[in-house]
């Protein structure tokens, strides 16, 4: 069970998913409460073509990243102002247009070898300055969330009423979307392009299933998260699969447990607490 | 003493893109008033609401909304799947005083406590949003409103849905909040509802009539407020409004 820690990688590789996990699994419960699972996933390919270019320019990937995501934003917006288009085929065009940009681009005979690593992460091999970034990713993510939940919490709860309530609902959503943003460009380098979304929706779509309070949804997302990031690499570790896509696989197993276990507990917190016929 | 009015409003006209929706819409509403707003769907009423919640600005005329304001809505289908108590929502009433970096701490939430007990649900504070019944979602709503300490409360259309002990609860909570100085505002489609109330603003596109029920209220009114949607019963002189569409 310590086999794996002996090796420095697998160490580096575990502090990697857990920065990751406690980033995700937080940002993740506001995804899912606010319903931005598509955005996040097209967020997270729009984001493919500044990778590439920043891997054939030999520039750290964060560089490509950050203008990539913004390109992208951009786009979007300004896609889904043409009038009779909604913000989701907005959406769709553009990251299909980007993602073929970004294949394109990898596919041209200049691409350097390892490429595929933007697509499916390299989480066994994270640099300091990737394991830098990861930490720094979580105390941004984190004390931006702690900041904001009161205003997240109503703004998703009731956006019509959010204004009256003091918390401007589209200012709120905006800094989610860009903490949001920060987090995949720094998640993508251990997760891959392609399986990066699976931290930000399912540990939090699995916590959804054994609560109903957000406090103790968070902290279960989180844990999940950082199980399944470290269950991951142990299957890695030991059937030689690959990093990434073990990862997403673990977060896929736990929520598949969550769902039963989440029915079980509704059955019986229900079974104790009839439902009461009171008058309204 | 006559009391300074809540909400004044003269010539108002509100809309989307600058294309007035509503226009000529001219009423007051004083402390303690419940005043009943009638009108089909598509007629305006949610336009109006958002007006006076500072959510639109007038295309046309004056609007002066002299305390704050708080609605309640109808629950939406996503509110019932949201990881929230009834205290939790309450309590959100307490942001607009907070700034922004700051959650509701324990003093707001003993104070949301206070306004559950105030709209009877003390005893659920602690029960999932989504577990609640209409009626008691609604009250938990109304809670958050007294946490806002709102003198003005708009209310959309709160008792579809509701049967008929949570309706005639409601109501009697609606009474207990004018009588302390508020303003009520109520959508609804309720006729009878309305005529118990203190004014009734009838509203499709245009403001139609506005004053006491018992002076405004009359045939031609309803038809010109509700066009064909007016049916007279068989074998009665009570006349009923066909069921809105909700989609």
């Given at each position: 069970?310590?086999?794996?820690?002996?090796?420095?990688?697998m160490?580096?590789?575990?502090?990697?998913?857990t920065?990751?996990?406690?980033a995700?699994?937080?940002?993740?419960?506001?995804?899912?409460?606010?319903?931005?699972?598509?955005?996040?996933e097209?967020?997270?390919?729009?984001?493919?073509?500044?990778?590439?270019?920043?891997?054939?320019?030999?520039?750290?990937?964060?560089?490509?990243?950050?203008?990539?995501?913004?390109?992208?934003?951009?786009?979007?917006?300004?896609?889904?102002r043409?009038?009779?288009?909604?913000?989701?085929?907005?959406?769709?065009?553009?990251?299909?247009?980007?993602?073929?940009?970004?294949?394109?681009?990898?596919?041209?005979?200049?691409?350097?070898?390892?490429?595929?690593?933007?697509?499916?992460?390299?989480?066994?091999?994270?640099?300091?300055?990737?394991?830098?970034?990861?930490a720094?990713?979580?105390?941004?993510?984190?004390?931006?969330?702690?900041?904001?939940?009161?205003?997240?919490?109503?703004g998703?709860?009731?956006?019509?009423?959010?204004?009256?309530?003091?918390?401007?609902?589209?200012?709120?959503?905006?800094?989610?979307?860009?903490?949001?943003?920060?987090?995949?460009?720094?998640?993508?380098?251990?997760?891959?392009?392609?399986?990066?979304?699976?931290?930000?929706?399912?540990?939090?779509a699995?916590?959804?299933?054994?609560?109903?309070?957000?406090?103790?949804m968070i902290?279960?997302?989180?844990?999940?998260?950082?199980?399944?990031g470290?269950?991951?690499?142990y299957?890695?570790?030991?059937?030689?699969?690959?990093?990434?896509?073990?990862?997403?696989?673990?977060?896929?197993?736990?929520?598949?447990?969550?769902?039963?276990?989440?029915?079980l507990?509704?059955?019986?917190?229900?079974?104790?607490t009839?439902?009461?016929a009171?008058?309204? | 003493?006559?009391?300074?009015?809540?909400?004044?409003?003269?010539?108002?006209?509100?809309?989307?893109?600058?294309?007035?929706?509503?226009?000529?819409?001219?009423?007051?509403?004083?402390?303690?008033?419940?005043?009943?707003?009638?009108?089909?769907?598509?007629?305006?009423?949610?336009?109006?609401?958002?007006a006076?919640?500072?959510?639109?600005r007038?295309l046309?005329?004056?609007?002066?909304?002299?305390?704050?304001?708080?609605?309640v809505?109808?629950?939406?289908?996503?509110?019932?799947?949201?990881?929230?108590?009834?205290?939790?929502?309450?309590?959100?009433?307490a942001?607009?005083?907070?700034?922004?970096?700051?959650r509701?701490?324990?003093?707001?939430?003993?104070?949301?406590?206070?306004?559950?007990?105030?709209?009877?649900?003390?005893?659920?504070?602690?029960?999932?949003?989504g577990?609640?019944?209409?009626g008691?979602?609604q009250?938990?709503?109304?809670?958050?409103?007294?946490?806002?300490?709102?003198?003005?409360?708009l209310?959309?259309?709160?008792?579809?849905?509701?049967?008929?002990?949570?309706?005639?609860?409601?109501?009697?909570?609606?009474?207990?909040?004018?009588?302390?100085?508020?303003?009520?505002?109520?959508?609804?489609?309720?006729?009878?509802?309305?005529?118990?109330?203190?004014?009734?603003?009838?509203?499709?596109?245009?403001?139609?009539?506005?004053?006491?029920?018992?002076?405004?209220?009359?045939l031609?009114?309803?038809?010109?407020?509700y066009?064909?949607?007016?049916?007279?019963?068989?074998?009665?002189?009570?006349?009923?409004?066909?069921?809105?569409?909700?989609?």
């Open positions: 069970m310590l086999e794996p820690l002996q090796d420095e990688f160490r580096r590789a575990m502090i990697e998913v920065s990751i996990g406690i995700g699994g937080g940002l993740g419960c506001w995804v899912v409460l606010y319903r931005l699972s598509y955005a996040a097209s967020l997270a390919h729009s984001i493919f073509p500044g990778l590439v270019l920043a891997a054939l320019t030999g520039l750290p990937l964060i560089v490509g990243g950050i203008p990539g995501i913004v390109a992208a934003a951009l786009a979007i917006a300004a896609a889904s043409i009038p009779g288009v909604s913000r989701e085929v907005a959406i769709g065009v553009v990251v299909t247009t980007l993602f073929g940009l970004g294949v394109l681009l990898a596919l041209s005979p200049d691409s350097p070898p390892g490429l595929q690593e933007i697509l499916f992460g390299d989480i066994l091999g994270p640099t300091d300055a990737d394991l830098a970034a990861a720094v990713l979580t105390v941004v993510v984190g004390g931006g969330l702690l900041l904001l939940h009161g205003r997240l919490l109503a998703g709860f009731d956006p019509g009423a959010a204004r009256s309530l003091g918390a401007s609902p589209g200012r709120t959503e905006a800094a989610l979307l860009v903490l949001l943003a920060l987090a995949i460009v720094v998640a993508v380098q251990g997760l891959g392009n392609l399986l990066v979304v699976a931290v930000f929706v399912g540990p939090a699995a916590a959804r299933q054994l609560t109903e309070r957000i406090v103790p902290a279960l997302a989180v844990a999940i998260a950082v199980l399944a470290i269950a991951g690499l299957l890695s570790y030991y059937v030689g699969t690959a990093g990434g896509a073990s990862v997403a696989l673990a977060i896929l197993a736990f929520y598949l447990l969550a769902l039963p276990l989440g029915r507990l509704s059955a019986r917190c229900e079974k104790r009839p439902v009461e009171t008058i309204g | 003493m006559r009391s300074e009015p809540l909400i004044e409003a003269s010539g108002l006209a509100v809309g989307y893109n600058g294309e007035p929706v509503i226009s000529g819409v001219g009423f007051s509403l004083a402390p303690g008033e419940r005043m009943a707003l009638l009108g089909p769907n598509g007629g305006g009423k949610t336009t109006l609401l958002r006076l919640l500072g959510e639109l007038p046309g005329g004056e609007l002066r909304v002299q305390s704050r304001c708080a609605t809505p109808q629950t939406e289908r996503s509110q019932l799947d949201y990881p929230v108590s009834a205290l939790d929502v309450a309590a959100m009433g942001l607009s005083r907070l700034p922004w970096w700051r509701p701490g324990r003093r707001e939430r003993e104070g949301a406590m206070e306004a559950l007990r105030k709209v009877g649900l003390g005893d659920l504070a602690e029960e999932t949003f577990k609640l019944s209409g008691q979602r009250r938990v709503l109304i809670a958050r409103s007294l946490v806002q300490d709102a003198r003005i409360l209310l959309d259309e709160p008792f579809s849905g509701l049967d008929r002990p949570s309706s005639e609860g409601l109501e009697a909570l609606v009474e207990a909040l004018a009588a302390e100085g508020r303003g009520v505002m109520i959508a609804t489609h309720d006729l009878e509802q309305a005529r118990r109330w203190d004014s009734v603003l009838c509203l499709n596109r245009s403001q139609v009539v506005v004053g006491p029920p018992e002076e405004v209220l009359d031609a009114v309803l038809e010109e407020t066009g064909g949607a007016i049916v007279e019963l068989p074998g009665s002189d009570a006349r009923a409004i066909l069921p809105p569409h909700h989609h």
